[in-house]
C-alpha cells in the first residue's frame, strides 16, 4: 500500500478532518494550539515523501506554522530538534500508531539527555 495515494471526493476529505480534529481534542498536535475547522490543516506524522500512509493512523490535525516547521522531516528528526512538539504529540495525537508514539518517546528522551538532532 506504501507510496499509492487515492483521490479522495471532498466529503471523505472533510470527514477525515473532522476525525483528525477529534482525534486530537481539537488541537495541533505539535504546539497544543486550539484549532477549528478552518484553520486546522493534516499532517502525515511519517510525510508522505519519506513512505507514510494516507491512513488514520499517520494522520493528525497541526496548526498550519508547526506544519510547514515539520515538513517532510521524519518525526524522529522533529521530534528530536523540537523536543516541545514531540512531548505535545504523546499527549495529544491519541489516534496514532502506537509505533510512532514509541518513536515519539524516544526522541524526546534522546533530545533532553543532549544527543545532536543531527544523529
Ligand atoms: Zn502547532
Known sequence: MRHVRRLLPAQQKRAIKLAALRDCGRRCVYCAAPLDYEHATLDHVQPLAKGGADAPGN???ACPPC????????????????PWAGSNFIHHARAVHRALK???????SLAFAGVPAAA
Open 67 to 82: 506544519n510547514r516547521l515539520k515538513a517532510d522531516m521524519l518525526p524522529v528528526e522533529f521530534f528530536m530538534r523540537y
Open 59 to 61: 494522520v493528525v490535525a
Open 102 to 108: 514509541r518513536q515519539a518517546r524516544r526522541a524526546v
